[in-house]
């Protein structure tokens, strides 16, 4: 687990108008995390605070977060069901410190009342959580195609800083300790490679919608309107420019996992299942976009790229439980040899 140093906790806290004592964990700190979250009550109403720490060598990073802010800012005023950060007690989107080599960085935003779906949640079972976050992504991505691609950055340079799917790509290549799984993501590599880079099927995405990241607050949802709930997208820290279709992708491997009890578990779930929560989802989409003839192409591709990349953050654990990573791996090998042969 990763931990956060008082000095940071103390420095960065007031910032954001937290008293350093009084604030409480929510989550984070695990070694796929990429931060460490905490609740605490602020003056206009409850607030989270986040904690990013980078290398200091990183001169880019700064820059990266205020351009991204940029355009969570720009999803939120149009409608989007996304959360957009609040400004400190200093007028800024962000604050900073450096501690032992590293700097660490805290923004914060509004709580946002609710939890994360369970399997068993009846907007789970009839679709309407899917088709509620196919809405969502959906007009996302409508957004993000009609956003400027220059003149959009923080430091005023008309080339954005924000990284793409490349640089992603290679910080998990280089985390991967399996040969097979690494030439597997190679492959994936030279495949999306070959995709037509247009602002109708790729942008800014959030880059890692999967269900948990959905807030959802239950409150009306009972009796006749059981189907009414709020539905938030959280956390956009790993943010960066992709394709629409590897974010859908993310979304619906979470769904089945969601119904599985976890990653590449013992437990599948039948074909008119998976069939129902794909037309679910996209009855949602499709209110906001209409995909390419060549969508189920390329969803069976980001599929195995959501499968591959997960594989890495999760090594550790996996190989606690041979069993499990056994199975991960044949299938990463098995939709590797049904895409590439």
């Known amino acids: 687990m990763k931990s956060l140093p008082d000095f940071v906790k103390n420095t960065l806290s007031p910032r ?23 609740r605490f009550e602020h003056s206009e ?8 720490d980078f290398a200091q060598t990183d001169d880019k990073a700064l820059f990266r977060m205020e351009e991204k802010i940029l355009y969570i800012k720009r999803m939120s005023e149009s409608g989007t069901s996304v959360i957009e950060p609040e400004l400190s007690v200093n007028g800024n989107h962000f604050e900073i410190c450096s501690f032992e080599g590293k700097n660490w960085l805290a ?13 068993g949640d009846t907007v789970v079972r009839n679709g309407m959580f899917h088709r509620h976050i196919g809405t969502i992504l959906g007009k996302l991505h409508t957004v993000a195609s009609e956003l400027p691609e220059e003149g959009f ?15 992603e790509w290679e910080f998990f290549r280089s985390w991967c300790r399996d040969d097979e799984v690494g030439s597997a993501w190679e492959r994936l590599k030279h495949a999306v490679l070959r995709l037509d880079v247009e602002r109708k099927v790729y942008g800014f ?30 956390d956009f820290d790993v943010a960066r420019f992709h394709f629409f279709t590897c974010e859908v992708a993310a979304a619906l491997y979470s769904f ?51 499968r591959c990349l997960l594989f890495m953050p999760f090594q550790e654990q996996t190989a606690k439980y041979p069993a499990w990573r056994k ?6 090998m098995e939709n590797d040899k049904k895409l590439f042969g």
Do not use: C
């Open 16 to 38: 954001f108008g937290a008293d350093p004592p009084s604030i409480i964990f929510l989550g984070g700190g695990q070694d796929w995390s990429d931060g460490i979250v905490f």
């Open 45 to 52: 109403g409850e607030r989270v605070i986040k904690f990013v």
């Open 107 to 119: 923004y914060s935003y509004p709580y946002v009342p609710g939890r994360p779906v369970n399997a």
């Open 153 to 167: 950055t923080a430091n005023k340079k008309k080339q954005s800083l924000l990284s793409d799917w490349t640089e």
């Open 205 to 234: 995405i959030h880059n890692d919608a999967h269900a948990a990241n959905f807030i959802f607050n239950p409150a009306s949802a009972t009796g006749q309107e059981r189907n009414k709930f709020d539905l938030t997208l959280i």
């Open 256 to 306: 089945v996992s969601l119904e599985t009890g976890g990653l590449e578990t013992i437990r599948t779930l039948d074909k008119d299942r998976k069939r129902f929560l794909y037309s679910s989802f996209m009855k949602g989409y499709e209110q906001f976009r209409s995909p390419l003839p060549e969508w189920l192409d390329h969803l069976r591709l980001f599929i195995q790229y959501r």
């Open 327 to 332: 199975r991960w791996k044949k299938r990463i």
